[in-house]
């Protein structure tokens, strides 16, 4: 019995870690970058946001390490920093989601949106005193980045929770 | 302290020992972990398929999406057809006359070998101030970091990572990229960097000119090979115009690069080289 539920556990586990890989290739694919005047999507705090509220704070926190060692590939943060980042974001979403928030579509939105805004502003605080670039317009760039990921990011909802649901459904029969 | 002895807690310390080892291997020895290039080994391969199909998809739809504007860019093209026969014809003339005015003089080659490897772009990477790009070939195949990565147009950036068989690259669009560089006309040596207010209209810049400086639009800017980091008379770009720098004390020329940096599909790394001055 226990037997079971580990490999469904697995199964599922590695069923996350190709959507993470997809959430990675697919906006960074060639001719899906829309141009240089906006920026590339990033739905990955999405994803991991909502692995957290559905798996709770273990498995989004080894889905976040995943996802940010991906990230790290092709940004140029030190590595690890970015896995760091995203683990921690994965446990904190999965024990929010055991303990406070419901479920539901809002709260992963609210997680991501607040992950991306978070990281805005520490990259506006950086680029504004290694750089001298305006802190607002950093900013801006990363509420575009918002703007643009939160449909896609909507999705990543949708796919986790089928994907929990019908695990759910399994372990139920 | 039974919160020590929380699963959770235990996890969250795991993973933070983790990072924290990737972050001191790769800021020590300056190269990718064997985690990452694990990672990078199996993911690259599949990025470049999943490009491949994008590129295939948006040519299979874009060609019925733009049927009436391919028809008119088909005669635009015709009629620029002749006129680069024309022009042909005279390039041509100009090679063997330029050949004979190089034996006259006895003019050495700058460049007497460049080592490249063709590389494909596995993905194009644009952040909020970071313009970069993943490509299909690393060390194994000699790429080393700080390679430079440029088309037939000219320079395109550099590499700034290294895994087994991908690299990643740092191009002149991104804010930290610094370069110098030397205007063709004028031989003034400037300083070439990205810019953040640029990045948007996919421009960099030659910073800190002087008011009164000669450089004009459309002026060639190649690199300077001072330092020997780049060799030197590559395209960095041409200028798109000067204008005023924000504190108003000194101007700015905008540069539109080599290439179009997002529709690269395929780099050429130089591996190596040798200047004869």
């Known amino acids: 019995m226990e037997y079971g539920i580990n490999r469904r556990a697995a199964a599922k586990g590695i069923i996350y870690i190709l959507l993470a890989t997809l959430c990675y290739i697919l906006p960074a694919a060639r001719g899906m970058v829309p141009g240089y005047g906006l920026p590339t999507v990033n739905v990955m705090p999405f994803f991991i946001a909502a692995v957290g509220f559905f798996e709770g704070p273990y498995m989004a926190g080894a889905v976040g390490l995943y996802g940010g060692l991906l990230l790290s590939l092709s940004s140029s943060t030190v590595e690890g920093a970015e896995g760091l980042i995203l683990a921690f974001f994965g446990i904190f979403c999965g024990s929010v989601g055991v303990m406070m928030m419901r479920k539901i579509l809002p709260s992963v939105m609210l997680c991501g949106i607040g992950l991306l805004a978070g990281r805005g502003i520490i990259s506006a605080t950086y680029y504004r005193i290694f750089y001298g670039v305006s802190f607002w317009s950093v900013l801006v760039s990363y509420l575009r980045i918002i703007a643009l990921s939160a449909l896609p990011g909507a999705l990543c909802y949708f796919i986790v929770s089928a994907v929990s649901r019908r695990f759910f459904e399994e372990e139920d029969t | ?277």
């Open chain 2, 1 to 277: 302290m039974k919160i020590f002895r929380s699963k959770l807690i235990i996890f969250a310390a795991v993973i933070t020992a983790v990072c924290i080892g990737l972050m001191l291997y790769s800021g020590g020895t300056g190269k990718s972990s064997f985690v990452t290039r694990a990672l990078g080994a199996v993911v690259v391969p599949v990025q470049e398929g999943v490009s491949a199909v994008v590129d295939g998809l948006s040519d299979f739809f874009g060609y019925f999406y733009r049927y009436s504007s391919l028809v008119e860019e088909n005669a635009r093209l015709r009629e620029q057809i002749n006129k680069y026969q024309e022009m042909e014809q005279r390039y041509l003339s100009a090679i063997s006359e330029n050949t004979q005015l190089r034996k006259l003089t006895g003019l050495a080659m700058k460049y007497k070998d460049f080592d490249f490897e063709v590389c494909q772009v596995s993905s194009v990477y644009r952040g909020v101030a970071q313009v970069g790009m993943v490509l299909n070939k690393g060390a194994s195949s000699g790429i080393e970091a700080g390679d430079v990565v440029m088309t037939e147009a000219g320079f395109v950036g550099y590499i700034s990572t290294v895994g087994p068989t991908y690299s990643e690259v740092v191009t002149v669009l991104d804010i930290s990229f610094k370069a110098e560089a030397k205007v063709s006309r004028t031989k003034e040596t400037v300083i070439a960097e990205g810019d953040f207010d640029l990045i948007e209209e996919g421009r960099f810049r030659l910073a800190y000119l002087p008011t009164d400086t000669d450089i004009k639009e459309n002026d060639m800017v190649e690199t300077s090979g001072y330092g020997g980091v780049y060799p030197p008379g590559l395209v960095l770009g041409r200028v798109d115009r000067v204008e005023l720098d924000k504190s108003g004390m000194t101007c700015n020329a905008v540069l539109r690069p080599a290439d179009d940096i997002l529709e690269l599909k395929w780099v050429y790394v130089v591996k190596d080289f040798e200047v004869t001055d």
